[in-house]
């Protein structure tokens, strides 16, 4: 048998439960006249945002072109004379001669035209290791620049080299370090 002090705590309890679902119902609904309101206003938006992105993309691609048109300009007249002696900063941490193997770095040794994240016995970065492709002219150029920059969580601490002709006279050299040297542009 129950007593009336139960029923009345349980009265309050399914009052307080019941004005609990109550006010769930009622901000649910709201949600849902809120959403199918502004729905086409959103969509409006995420199409100009979409937009905005192909836009930028472009830009981007346009800017990625014209920046590999003008590298390859300054490669064309770069020298890898004065690229020996930049590159000696890069000795701290890689090797330059074939069969030295990695340091703090992979070896550079035939890094021109060879695929990103490959040279063996080194452990490159996730962020390295997704990036794939190889390692052409215009890709050493973006990366010499900036590498944390262009690669987002690579290791490598290097903060880049900004001036494009020693960027150019860097790679130059970079491309005489092969049994087989891929051709500077002309």
């Known amino acids: 048998m129950t007593s009336g002090s139960d029923t009345v705590h349980s009265n309050r309890t399914n009052a307080i439960l019941g004005a609990l679902l109550g006010t769930l119902l009622f901000v649910q609904v709201v949600r849902?006249?809120?959403e199918s309101f502004s729905g086409p206003e959103k969509s409006h938006s995420e199409a100009?945002?979409?937009?905005?992105?192909?836009e930028a993309t472009a830009k981007t691609e346009h800017s990625a072109a014209a920046d590999a048109a003008s590298f390859n300009k300054a490669l064309a007249s770069a020298n890898a004379e004065r690229g020996a002696g930049l590159v000696k900063q890069?000795?701290?941490c890689h090797n330059t001669e074939e069969?030295?193997?990695p340091k703090i770095g992979p070896d550079l040794y035939n890094i021109v035209d060879r695929p990103v994240a490959s040279q063996p016995g080194f452990n490159y970065s996730a962020a390295l290791k997704a990036k794939g492709g190889k390692?052409?002219?215009a890709e050493l150029n973006e990366w010499i620049n900036d590498p944390k920059g262009y690669v987002k969580g690579?290791?490598?601490s290097f903060a880049g080299l900004k001036s494009e002709s020693k960027r150019a006279d860097l790679v130059a050299y970079l491309a005489t370090l092969s049994k087989n040297p891929v051709?500077?542009?002309k």
Do not use: E, N, Y
């Open 48 to 54: 100009a945002h979409k937009a905005d992105a192909k």
């Open 154 to 156: 690579t290791s490598m």
């Open 32 to 34: 849902i006249i809120d």
């Open 135 to 137: 390692w052409t002219f």
């Open 183 to 185: 051709p500077l542009p």
């Open 99 to 101: 069969g030295k193997g």
């Open 90 to 92: 890069c000795q701290i």
